[in-house]
């Protein structure tokens, strides 16, 4: 208890050093996850000199921190935007997955002289693309909602048959006919868990009546993380649960959903933030001096080997343009999930495992860099980004603090003096406007001569100026009437 005050102070203060680092990686053009490797380097032992060198906890709270990421992932694609790339996506995250381990295994065979077995584990954490690198890089960089959907559709699915492929790997499972219908038990287990965990979640959110608004955010994640336990209970693949659990939640109709993207948002930064600090402490800067070599090796052979191959026999049956090959095989960005995954044959005590460790976060720290920085100019390059492209935007963040705006929503209960009123009598400030209400679960963009009802929900978009009167007089109105100035009513 004596130490709590300092280990709070500590990890607060690390956080707000970490949020500040997005600023900075903004006007670096980097992805920002670097600079919390960065930080969790300077934190350990060749820095502040934390050790830090549990395989098994790193592990854990990586898989942890990987179910988080995977649920604001999850929660936070629209599925207008992935359905066009259903086929690709789907391809991407397994058949891509299988050849990328294959031809990463023997080239590196060959290489480094690593053994068949190290040589296909090194392929296996390499073979996955990161969630948190390809959604914090990838939505801002304007390709088409076919292009980026296969990608951000790949980043979310191929972490499972990845660590399929490692566990299975380092584990030593015998390989007999039985192991290509185990894994395919624990794919088809998995989705079909996250799809009945995440329609159970949206009817029961949809008529839930919980006492505060702060709840369903919680509830929605919660519901996300249960489909993550109950696929590993039943020897499926949890990870790939949890993510099509988030996005059947995200895709439905959830009460106070802009509440739940923003809540699993914060909590997706969290767990990035925590995840790769903690990474960032695990690993060793001398040790990591040695493993530049094979990294970089490791790093080459799939960056331009397999993943480019992989990428093309995966898409031959969706007849992908050559343009959109080139692109898929350079977002293929890399992140906290190979390092994490590399924990696991530590873990396990295989011999090497700790070179692997190493190499794969030079990797992770050289293909982010190469990567991260240039995929926006490579999409130009290719004729695949239009500043016409609308990007994904969160209407309740930046975009209304650049307009000095608000969104108020209003509830029209029963009693209210609102019930009658025609818009046009509101007579709202100028900078504020009724833009939108929601009646019988369906919504219309009103006009003048639009009549209130009861239990209607009002959208109303106004100037930081104009707010407080706007709220001063929808009270007013709400109290008197449409009359409520004559009625001596200020809604004060």
Same mark, same amino acid.
């Given at each position: 208890?004596?130490?709590?005050?300092?280990?709070?102070?500590?990890?607060?203060?690390?956080?707000?050093?970490?949020?500040?680092?997005?600023?900075?990686?903004?006007?670096?053009?980097?992805?920002?996850?670097?600079?919390?490797?960065?930080?969790?380097?300077?934190?350990?032992?060749?820095?502040?000199?934390?050790?830090?060198?549990?395989?098994?906890?790193?592990?854990?709270?990586?898989?942890?921190?990987?179910?988080?990421?995977?649920?604001?992932?999850?929660?936070?694609?629209?599925?207008?935007?992935? #359905?066009?790339?259903?086929?690709?996506?789907?391809?991407?995250?397994?058949?891509?997955?299988?050849?990328?381990?294959?031809?990463?295994?023997?080239?590196?065979?060959?290489?480094?002289?690593?053994?068949?077995?190290?040589?296909?584990?090194?392929?296996?954490?390499?073979?996955?693309?990161?969630?948190?690198?390809?959604?914090?890089?990838?939505?801002?960089?304007?390709?088409? #909602?076919?292009?980026?959907?296969?990608?951000?559709?790949?980043?979310?699915?191929?972490?499972?048959?990845?660590?399929?492929?490692?566990?299975?790997?380092?584990?030593?499972?015998?390989?007999?006919?039985?192991?290509?219908?185990?894994?395919?038990?624990?794919?088809?287990?998995?989705?079909?868990?996250?799809?009945?965990?995440?329609?159970?979640?949206?009817?029961?959110?949809?008529?839930?009546?919980?006492?505060?608004?702060?709840?369903?955010?919680?509830?929605?994640?919660?519901?996300?993380?249960?489909?993550?336990?109950?696929?590993?209970?039943?020897?499926?693949?949890?990870?790939?649960?949890?993510?099509?659990?988030?996005?059947?939640?995200?895709?439905?109709?959830?009460?106070?959903?802009?509440?739940?993207?923003?809540?699993?948002?914060?909590?997706?930064?969290?767990?990035?933030?925590?995840?790769?600090?903690?990474?960032?402490?695990?690993?060793?800067?001398?040790?990591?001096?040695?493993?530049?070599?094979?990294?970089?090796?490791?790093?080459?052979?799939?960056?331009?080997?397999?993943?480019?191959?992989?990428?093309?026999?995966?898409?031959?049956?969706?007849?992908?343009?050559?343009?959109?090959?080139?692109?898929?095989?350079?977002?293929?960005?890399?992140?906290?999930?190979?390092?994490?995954?590399?924990?696991?044959?530590?873990?396990?005590?295989?011999?090497?495992?700790?070179?692997?460790?190493?190499?794969?976060?030079?990797?992770?720290?050289?293909?982010?860099?190469?990567?991260?920085?240039?995929?926006?100019?490579?999409?130009?390059?290719?004729?695949?980004?239009?500043?016409?492209?609308?990007?994904?935007?969160?209407?309740?963040?930046?975009?209304?603090?650049?307009?000095?705006?608000?969104?108020?929503?209003?509830?029209?209960?029963?009693?209210?003096?609102?019930?009658?009123?025609?818009?046009?009598?509101?007579?709202?400030?100028?900078?504020?406007?009724?833009?939108?209400?929601?009646?019988?679960? #369906?919504?219309?963009?009103?006009?003048?001569?639009?009549?209130?009802?009861?239990?209607?929900?009002?959208?109303?978009?106004?100037?930081?100026?104009?707010?407080?009167?706007?709220?001063?007089?929808?009270?007013?109105?709400?109290?008197?009437?449409?009359?409520?100035?004559?009625?001596?009513?200020?809604?004060?």
């Amino acid at each position: 208890m004596d130490n709590l005050p300092i280990i709070l102070g500590a990890g607060a203060g690390v956080l707000l050093l970490a949020v500040l680092a997005v600023r900075v990686s903004i006007r670096l053009g980097l992805p920002s996850l670097l600079l919390y490797l960065g930080i969790g380097v300077l934190l350990g032992e060749s820095g502040l000199g934390i050790e830090f060198e549990d395989a098994t906890l790193t592990q854990a709270l990586g898989l942890a921190a990987l179910v988080m990421i995977l649920i604001e992932g999850g929660l936070t694609t629209r599925w207008s935007m992935v #359905k066009p790339a259903l086929g690709p996506g789907i391809a991407l995250s397994t058949v891509a997955v299988g050849v990328s381990i294959a031809i990463t295994g023997v080239a590196l065979h060959y290489l480094l002289g690593l053994d068949w077995r190290a040589a296909l584990l090194w392929g296996g954490v390499l073979a996955s693309t990161d969630a948190a690198a390809v959604f914090s890089v990838l939505r801002g960089v304007g390709v088409s #909602k076919r292009l980026a959907g296969a990608v951000e559709l790949e980043s979310g699915l191929n972490d499972a048959p990845a660590y399929i492929a490692v566990v299975v790997i380092a584990t030593g499972v015998t390989v007999d006919w039985t192991l290509p219908l185990l894994v395919v038990y624990q794919l088809v287990a998995g989705a079909l868990t996250g799809l009945v965990f995440g329609w159970v979640g949206s009817r029961a959110l949809r008529k839930a009546a919980l006492p505060a608004t702060g709840l369903y955010p919680l509830a929605t994640v919660a519901m996300c993380v249960v489909a993550y336990s109950s696929g590993q209970l039943i020897g499926a693949s949890g990870l790939l649960a949890t993510y099509v659990a988030g996005v059947v939640l995200g895709n439905s109709r959830l009460p106070h959903r802009s509440d739940t993207l923003s809540f699993a948002e914060g909590l997706g930064w969290l767990a990035q933030i925590g995840l790769f600090v903690l990474l960032g402490l695990f690993a060793s800067p001398e040790r990591l001096l040695h493993a530049i070599v094979p990294g970089l090796v490791a790093g080459a052979v799939v960056l331009l080997l397999a993943r480019p191959i992989a990428v093309l026999l995966s898409t031959l049956p969706f007849k992908v343009p050559w343009r959109e090959q080139l692109f898929l095989s350079w977002a293929g960005l890399r992140g906290a999930v190979p390092i994490v995954l590399a924990t696991i044959p530590l873990a396990e005590g295989l011999p090497g495992a700790q070179r692997l460790v190493d190499a794969v976060f030079v990797v992770v720290v050289v293909l982010t860099l190469l990567q991260g920085a240039t995929l926006s100019p490579v999409a130009r390059m290719l004729g695949l980004s239009a500043e016409s492209e609308p990007r994904e935007i969160q209407v309740d963040s930046a975009p209304l603090d650049e307009l000095s705006a608000v969104l108020l929503q209003v509830r029209i209960q029963n009693g209210s003096q609102l019930h009658g009123v025609y818009l046009r009598e509101l007579r709202l400030p100028d900078g504020a406007t009724v833009s939108l209400i929601v009646r019988d679960g #369906k919504s219309f963009t009103p006009g003048p001569d639009s009549r209130l009802q009861r239990r209607d929900q009002l959208l109303v978009v106004t100037t930081e100026e104009a707010r407080s009167v706007a709220e001063r007089r929808l009270r007013a109105v709400d109290r008197a009437g449409r009359l409520a100035r004559w009625r001596g009513e200020s809604g004060r």
